[in-house]
């Protein structure tokens, strides 16, 4: 079975500043899915980076961009310029092609001003 | 755009009360479909998946089933709700190709006194 494991359950960035979110997963799969998602106090799920685990480069999306190391099973999500709107839980998810989408526990950030 | 709806938003039922929540995606076909339960502080544990009309595949052996009995709604059922029952719940959908990326609606919230 796979398994997402998110080891920080909170954190805390200074707005404008850097700020890296860990996760890894355990699988005997070669092909599969890596997911972050941001969940606001609003509750709702919102996708944040997605990346191919057959692509060797890192996904990027604006101020978003992910580490993935395929061999140490890694896929943390580094956020730049943090701003206050990006106060939420983060939560790293695995999946693969059989509608089999697991999340880890999740990591709640805090921007401060 | 694709936009998926849930209702109700929030939801307080008595134990042993029956339960109907509703999932509906505008503006795809043949989508996939999800159900997710979120306890407090938790991560996302899926419970129903579906690939088409009447096709449900169940993921935890519990009080709850599903339907979807049109292209585009799914319907998270039970007959005799369980304080275990309460929580958050998560309707998603993805375009019908196994691993792409799950959008999340914006959720229901179900406390069972």
């Known amino acids: 079975a796979q398994t997402v494991t998110q080891s920080q359950p909170e954190m805390s960035v200074q707005e404008a500043e850097t700020v890296t979110l860990s996760c890894t997963y355990d699988?005997?799969?070669?092909?599969?899915?890596l997911f972050w998602y941001k969940q606001p106090p609003s509750r709702q799920m919102i996708l944040v980076i997605r990346?191919?685990?057959?692509?060797?480069q890192n996904a990027t999306e604006n101020r978003f961009s992910v580490n993935f190391q395929k061999a140490a099973k890694s896929f943390s999500l580094k956020i730049s310029d943090s701003q206050l709107g990006d106060t939420a839980m983060y939560f790293c998810a695995f999946m693969r092609g059989n509608n089999d989408m697991r999340f880890g526990a999740g990591t709640r950030l805090t921007v401060k001003p | 755009s694709q936009t998926i709806h849930q209702w109700p938003a929030t939801l307080v039922q008595p134990v042993g009360s029956p339960l109907s929540l509703e999932c509906t995606v505008e503006?795809?076909?043949?989508?996939?479909l999800y159900w997710y339960r979120q306890a407090a502080g938790r991560g996302l544990q899926l419970l129903f998946y579906s690939v088409g009309i009447g096709q449900i595949s169940s993921e935890v052996p519990q009080n709850l089933s599903a339907s979807r009995p049109q292209d585009r709604q799914f319907i998270l059922s039970s007959k005799k709700l369980l304080l275990s029952d309460s929580g958050f719940y998560l309707c998603?959908?993805?375009?019908?190709?196994?691993?792409?990326?799950?959008?999340f609606g914006p959720g229901t919230r179900l406390t069972v006194l």
């Open positions: 503006g795809t076909s043949n989508p996939n």
């Open positions: 990346q191919e685990a057959y692509k060797q």
């Open positions: 998603a959908w993805n375009p019908g190709t196994s691993a792409d990326t799950q959008y």
């Open positions: 699988t005997s799969e070669n092909n599969y899915y």
